[in-house]
């Protein structure tokens, strides 16, 4: 089999192309709860601890004093950056989150379709050929 047909029926499986599909759903997902964090979560929760603004919040490495917005301290030289950690991570467990209660409600809809009945058996056409032949010689 060349490379090319083994390609083929590989790429027309439906599970690849199921996760395909979900790896683009999950990317767009992704920036949804980046920007959910970053423009509404973080601001709320820096409100309440007092007006902080987590993301630029850092240690630095080299010296450079921590007046500086982050991306200016990265360019002076390295940084800790442990308030853009703070901001992942709460984006992280909302993600985990939300596609925990995905998967419970996927399970949930999968218990509550009805298993279907099993198919009568069929018999075959032979058999049913080999019983008339019986019940002719019977008569």
């Known amino acids: 089999m060349s490379m090319l047909q083994e390609f083929k029926t590989f790429v027309s499986r439906g599970n690849v192309v199921d996760l395909a599909v979900g790896v683009i759903i999950g990317a767009a997902f992704g920036k949804i709860v980046d920007s959910l ?3 509404i979560v973080m601001p709320v929760i820096g409100r309440i601890v007092g007006g ?3 993301s630029n919040y850092y240690i630095p490495l080299n010296g450079q004093g921590t007046h500086l917005v982050l991306a200016e301290a990265k360019k002076a ?4 950056a442990y308030g853009n950690f703070v901001t992942v991570s709460v984006g992280f467990v909302i993600l985990a ?3 925990f209660q995905m998967v ?3 399970n ?3 218990k509550a379709e ?3 009945a099993p198919a009568p058996e069929v018999t075959a056409e032979d058999i049913l050929l080999l019983r008339e032949i019986r019940d ?3 008569k």
């Open 136 to 138: 002719a010689l019977k």
């Open 108 to 110: 949930a809809m999968k």
């Open 37 to 39: 964090v970053g423009d």
């Open 97 to 99: 989150f939300v596609i």
């Open 77 to 80: 030289g390295g940084v800790i």
């Open 114 to 116: 009805p298993t279907p």
């Open 104 to 106: 419970k409600l996927v």
């Open 52 to 54: 902080l603004d987590f």
